[in-house]
């Protein structure tokens, strides 16, 4: 079966299809009779090979972009769900400590931001507008330049798990600490949700898909350090084909973030306030749904059940 599956036979979608169905009627009753077997993981990672295929037969390049979204993202953000509980774990960690530094030591936030950048935040603080460093610059200019950097931040997260991730982390680390400290500085001189309203109009989208990435370069870190009963060239291979897809669904995201941050960001200070929440709310929730609650809805779509293994090379 698995020499069907992966060879260059059978290419119809019609066989495909015949073959899904047989898999998914052997699956059901390995549930049935062999429920702590390991054939049902095995199974279930032939019935996921099997529906990338189906999918894979379709004509047309812009269906093949619309199917890399819509269905082979999601089932390996899904595969792959632990690995993005872990990111943002640690995220949420570094930012705490970026906090807890900030507030303990008065000399860190100069430390990690700098002085220049420190002493013109604090006058436009004095100026009664905290954020006016997003206004600064022409705004195509701004979308053009973070854009950039956005992109080769992101690079550099997923890049670094062949360190065996890490390297992904150190880069985590730094950005969620310098996140956590130049909010806690915006808290300390009382204009903490105006810098909430303003950094997170864009930050949301930006930040978040610094973390799939940083998801990603673990994946690939993974391959190398847990290759299962794989030889450890073809996990690690293998580790890096679903990084690479993963890592590419957080570049539309990734841009729309620059796009926010280089047109809408400037206008936070004088944008009602319902409308700042309601971008920063929509955002948040569409990153949320995208990679943590639809990929479950299309896992079960395809008869990949929970026990599905979150990561193995088996």
Not at 3 to 25: C, Q, V
Request: hydrophobic letters at 50%; a positive charge; glycine letters at 8%.
């Amino acid at each position: 079966m698995e020499a069907k599956i992966t060879g260059e036979e059978p290419s119809d979608a019609a066989e495909l299809s015949r073959i899904f169905i047989h898999i998914m009627n052997d699956l059901s009753y390995a549930r049935t009779y062999y429920p702590k077997s390991k054939v049902n993981s095995y199974l279930n990672y032939l019935a996921q090979r099997l529906y990338f295929k189906v999918y894979h037969t379709k004509p047309g390049s812009m269906r093949r972009v619309v199917e890399f979204f819509k269905t082979e993202v999601p089932l390996i953000a899904y595969r792959y769900r632990a690995f993005i509980r872990l990111a943002f774990g640690f995220f949420f960690l570094f930012t705490a400590i970026g906090v807890l530094s900030a507030a303990k030591d008065d000399t860190f936030v100069r430390l990690i931001l700098g002085d220049e950048y420190v002493d013109m935040t604090l006058q436009n603080i004095r100026d009664g507008n905290p954020t006016a460093v997003y206004a600064s610059g022409p705004a195509w200019a701004t979308h053009i330049a973070i854009t950039f950097n956005n992109f080769i931040v992101g690079l550099k997260a997923y890049a670094a798990g062949f360190f065996a991730g890490l390297g992904t982390l150190y880069i985590l680390m730094q950005n969620a600490i310098m996140l956590g400290a130049f909010q806690y500085f915006f808290y300390e001189h009382g204009v903490f949700w105006e810098s909430v309203r303003a950094v997170w109009i864009h930050g949301t989208m930006e930040i978040f898909a610094m973390v799939i990435e940083a998801a990603a370069g673990l994946i690939l870190g993974a391959g190398w350090l847990f290759p299962g009963t794989w030889p450890r060239l073809k996990a690690m291979a293998r580790a890096a084909r679903d990084s690479a897809k993963l890592y590419l669904s957080t570049l539309p995201f990734t841009a729309a973030a620059a796009l926010l941050e280089g047109y809408v960001t400037r206008h936070a200070p004088h944008m009602p306030h319902w409308l700042a929440w309601a971008i920063i709310a929509g955002t948040g929730a569409l990153i949320v749904w995208y990679y943590l609650i639809y990929p479950v809805r299309v896992a079960r779509r395809a008869g990949i059940t929970r026990k599905f293994a979150v990561y193995e090379f088996v």
